[in-house]
């Protein structure tokens, strides 16, 4: 299994609701990350897990709340979004070896109403 | 020093020609310089990749040129075609497992048959 799989693929909430992204990988890697990706831009990075640990918090609001509860799954929940949340979220890992790159999933195409 | 400059915005290129994309970074402690590949509503999915301890790196119909010196690299697409119409990013990061993608601003190729 060589793909990082993420869903919903797309998701409309209200801003008053809770939802959660989902992201999973059993490639064996062991850092996992948010990107968020707003249309005609370069993906931007939110959050990295590694081993399981967040190691860095990109300065994103608290109404986004990342877990990691095991090395395979990573979750990003949500709450109380705004409409300029509105945008493509990324999940990627990456194996802590020096040959390895960065695997990107699909994507979840958010839409905040 | 953490930024990664990329140009052109956008290029058109007739069915069968070459497309040449460029980059320019500042960290010298940038170690891995990877090119994503991205279709509307897709994730970003890995091309090609370089270290900096070679000069040039070949897969197929993509080849990246890697100046150290100048700290530059570039892409070129050969005989491109419709298909390789897409979004293009270039990037820098450091092996260690948690350091992020430093992203380009991204070029829109259009292949024209």
């Known amino acids: 299994d060589t793909e990082v799989t993420q869903t919903p693929k797309h998701l409309v909430m209200g801003m008053t609701n809770k939802k959660s992204l989902k992201c999973e990988q059993h490639m064996g890697h062991r850092a996992m990350y948010w990107y968020k990706q707003k249309a005609k831009k370069p993906p931007e990075l939110m959050f990295v897990?590694?081993?399981?640990?967040?190691?860095i918090n990109e300065s994103v609001p608290s109404r986004f709340s990342p877990e990691c509860p095991n090395s395979s799954l990573l979750n990003l929940h949500l709450h109380a979004l705004q409409p300029e949340d509105s945008a493509l979220y990324l999940c990627a890992s990456r194996l802590t070896d020096r040959e390895y790159g960065y695997t990107f999933g699909s994507g979840t195409r958010l839409t905040v109403v | 020093q953490q930024q990664v400059k990329q140009s052109p915005q956008s290029l058109i290129v007739q069915k069968g020609g070459i497309s040449i994309i460029n980059c320019a970074y500042e960290n010298t402690a940038f170690d891995y310089f990877p090119w994503y590949q991205q279709f509307p509503g897709k994730g970003p999915a890995l091309l090609i990749a370089i270290r900096p301890d070679v000069s040039e790196k070949k897969e197929g119909r993509f080849t990246i040129s890697f100046n150290k010196s100048a700290k530059q690299f570039s892409l070129h697409i050969m005989d491109s075609q419709p298909g390789d119409s897409a979004t293009y990013f270039c990037?820098?990061?450091?092996?260690?497992?948690?350091?992020?993608?430093?992203f380009g601003s991204g070029t829109r190729l259009l292949v024209r048959p």
């Open positions: 990037a820098a990061s450091r092996m260690d497992s948690s350091y992020k993608l430093i």
């Open positions: 897990y590694s081993y399981e640990k967040l190691s």
